[in-house]
């Protein structure tokens, strides 16, 4: 049996980067350095340890940011 395939986290994050107002604001807000942000759009995806955070300060849903670790 296949597994069905996850949706892409990386379109959440843009969402909550524009939502923050820009990577440099979502940074400010984690209380992280603007390159860790950057690095999680090039990995396409958040840290799991970041997710409650980033859900927090910008309203997108955990299950969105991570759909592999909050089904």
Do not use: F
Request: glycine content about 6%; hydrophobic content about 40%; aromatic content about 2%.
């Amino acid at each position: 049996m296949r597994k069905p395939k996850q949706k892409s986290p990386k379109p959440a994050l843009l969402s909550a980067i524009a939502k923050a107002g820009g990577q440099a604001a979502l940074a400010r807000k984690l209380k992280v350095k603007p390159q860790a942000v950057h690095q999680w759009v090039e990995a396409g995806r958040p840290p799991v340890m970041r997710v409650l955070d980033i859900e927090a300060a910008t309203g997108v849903a955990r299950n969105e940011l991570r759909p592999d670790i909050y089904p």
